[in-house]
């Protein structure tokens, strides 16, 4: 297992060396002047610009311009922004935890409410019940999900009124960031009226959550589904129906944790849907997360912001799924076996 | 006098019949073969048949009702943006943009992806993990950060479109061609190709490929949902086709100034995209299972 271990260690640092000369080489390539696109200055000084040079070695050759563009950006030092003037480690902090808490929410939600129903659709043995679930499973997978939040908000916004459909929080509201995560900080905040605020966040998060949570929910729902009905025909199964088991212990004793395994798997196949997903969602419902300071970055052409953006996002979708992966390899020991063949 | 049929027996059908007996046999999947089939045809005649220009503007008709409603006219069969442009002669042109280029775009990863995934397959050891995990790195970046680099890089645009959505689609088709060789790989039947001395083209092309199409003919339908999805969210970003195209996404962002007023120009669109995209969903789920071995 330690073996196993250090080589995805290996494999993420490996990842993630090719993901930053991806974006050393696509910076060099922006249509604008390199220190600019390094550093967010728009008119440095002559100081500034010997200091550029300096800390990424812009007169050797480019490879030396890879070891100092990599020491700067580990160092934590992405430039500042051309539009806001702060810098971009500083916003990345702010907005990180708002993705970071929509992402979860939708996941727990979609995992919350896939599993139950996919191992209802696997037991049914009613044509009808089993056709409308895969429908609506099949049309939740193909719908736009731009399209889903714009209607969404206009039905639910709009016409009938019941939610908010734009940012976190009712701007009455004045919560003291401390997490970041808005559902925490109101409730740790000492003023009178946090347990309001408490209701309104959650309300603010119902639309965009529902929202993203479409498309995991389907893939749950329908890998579940189709494991459990290989798994229900398996001799074991059969084995413990002869022991006269009851059907809700054979299912969740027996069954579900071997169905449980394709089902992690496929969650890290999604993971890059669901962050495009999610950023989508974001911009809709103005959420002031990742996605949305990175797309208004592109709009604003803001160098700094999308590389500093892109490498989070894409260094977070490494490391999820990398720990999904382990995960995986930890629940399933038939994979472990793999590990020792020669390859 | 009555023919004995004992002897005669029952012709056997052929692999490929045997697949689409199975497939027809699911009505879902043939409804969706059959929308797949309207919109190729659309995608390449729908111009032709479009009553009025992408561009055409009709000042009188300004938001106007589609035909169902009171207030429509049949002229303008789905109603008219704010400009007066006739929605369904918008989706008919934007057909191509949006269905065709996803198909486009498909084809040249699944091309590029297949030879890359076969050598990495066929290899074994440093070589073939350093070509798929060098791939896995841009696997970790999803086509919208893709299209937002691109864009960085070389300014909106549909051609853009282009190259960040098969940039993030062929690692997918490297992946799942390698994965499906390398499993086929350690299979007995390719010992016993071996032993008879079959050289390592023949062992790819006449042992393991016909059993690894399958892999490749799912892949390419969930490619093609996953295309037609992002290149319409690219429009809708405003990332991809810009404002007077008539491509999908794009409509529906140039309907959102709208939609209270006007629902139907963000409804219309959105609808297209969905059914184009359940259509292909349908006809991928019915090949997955036609094709699956435990049918057959």
Redo the contacts between chains.
């Keep these: 297992m330690t073996r196993y271990l250090i080589r995805r260690l290996n494999?993420f640092l490996?990842?993630?060396l090719?993901?930053f000369a991806?974006l050393f080489i696509?910076t060099n390539?922006?249509?604008v002047e390199q220190g600019f696109a390094l550093t967010g200055i728009l008119s440095p000084s002559a100081q500034q610009i010997a200091q550029i040079n300096a800390d990424f070695n812009l007169n050797s050759d480019s490879f030396d311009q890879f070891i100092a563009y990599l020491h700067q950006r580990l160092s934590g030092d992405l430039g500042i922004s051309a539009t806001s003037q702060r810098p971009v480690a500083e916003e990345l902090a702010s907005v990180l935890p708002a993705s970071f808490e929509l992402a979860s929410v939708a996941a727990t939600l979609a995992i919350a409410l896939g599993l139950p129903l996919g191992v209802l659709a696997s037991l049914s043995r009613h044509k009808i019940t089993q056709h409308t679930i895969m429908a609506i499973t099949?049309?939740g997978?193909?719908?736009?999900?731009?399209?889903l939040g714009?209607?969404l908000s206009?039905w639910f916004g709009?016409q009938l009124g019941w939610l908010p459909i734009s940012g976190r929080l009712n701007l009455l509201y004045e919560i003291e960031p401390i997490t970041g995560l808005i559902l925490i900080d109101t409730l740790m905040s000492h003023s009178p009226y946090s347990v309001s605020a408490f209701i309104d966040a959650i309300l603010h998060l119902i639309l965009p959550a529902i929202t993203l949570a479409v498309l995991p929910f389907t893939v749950v729902v329908r890998i579940t589904r189709s494991t459990m009905i290989t798994i229900m025909d398996q001799t074991y199964i059969k084995a413990a129906e002869a022991r006269g088991l009851h059907t809700y212990r054979i299912v969740l004793r027996h069954a579900l944790p071997n169905a449980l395994i394709p089902v992690i798997k496929s969650l890290g196949l999604m993971l890059?849907?669901f962050?495009?997903y999610a950023?989508?969602v974001e911009?809709i419902f103005s959420w002031p997360g990742v996605g949305n300071w990175?797309?208004s970055g592109?709009?604003q052409?803001d160098?700094t912001v999308?590389q500093g953006?892109?490498l989070a996002?894409?260094l977070s979708?490494?490391f999820l799924?990398i720990m999904i992966e382990v995960l995986h390899t930890a629940i399933n020991p038939l994979s472990r076996k793999e590990l020792y063949d020669s390859? | 006098m009555t023919q004995i049929k004992i002897y005669q027996g029952g012709e056997i059908p052929s692999l490929t019949r045997k697949i689409w007996h199975t497939f027809a046999d699911n009505p879902f999947a043939l409804a969706g073969l059959w929308a797949v089939v309207a919109l190729l045809l659309l995608a390449v005649f729908g111009p032709l048949i479009a009553p009025y220009s992408a561009e055409y503007q009709d000042p009188r008709a300004l938001l106007l009702a589609p035909s169902w409603d009171a207030a429509g006219t049949v002229e303008h069969f789905l109603g008219t943006d704010d400009l007066g442009r006739d929605i369904f002669s918008r989706l008919l042109h934007g057909a191509h943009l949006t269905f065709g280029v996803a198909l486009a775009i498909v084809l040249t990863s699944l091309v590029i992806g297949f030879i890359i995934g076969s050598i990495s397959g066929m290899m074994?050891?440093l070589k073939a993990?350093i070509l798929s995990?060098?791939l896995?790195?841009?696997?970790?970046?999803?086509?919208?950060?893709m299209a937002?680099?691109v864009?960085?890089?070389m300014g909106p645009g549909l051609d853009n479109v282009f190259w960040a959505v098969g940039i993030?689609l062929t690692p997918q088709f490297v992946r799942a061609t390698h994965q499906a060789i390398h499993e086929e790989l350690q299979k007995e039947y390719v010992k016993a190709a071996k032993l008879d001395g079959a050289n390592m083209i023949q062992i790819f092309w006449y042992v393991v490929m016909p059993n690894v199409w399958d892999t490749i003919i799912i892949q390419t339908t969930l490619g093609i949902?996953?295309a037609i999805?992002?290149i319409?969210?690219l429009g809708?970003?405003?990332?991809g086709a810009q404002a007077p195209s008539p491509e999908w996404?794009a409509m529906?962002s140039q309907g959102?100034d709208n939609?209270?007023t006007a629902?139907w120009t963000?409804?219309i669109p959105?609808g297209a995209?969905?059914c184009s995209?359940?259509a292909?969903?349908?006809v991928g789920?019915g090949l997955r299972s036609a094709l699956s071995p435990i049918n057959n």
């Design positions: 494999l490996a990842t993630s090719v993901l991806v696509v390539q922006f249509p099949l049309t997978y193909s719908i736009p999900v731009f399209w714009l209607t206009l709009v890059g849907a962050v495009s950023m989508i911009v990175l797309v592109i709009y052409r160098y999308i953006g892109v996002v894409a979708i490494i799924s390859n | 074994k050891g993990s995990h060098l896995d790195a841009l696997l970790s970046i999803p086509s919208l950060l937002i680099l864009v960085a890089v993030a949902s996953a999805l992002d319409a969210a809708f970003l405003n990332l996404g529906v959102v939609i209270l629902p963000v409804t959105g995209i969905l995209v359940l292909i969903n349908l789920d």
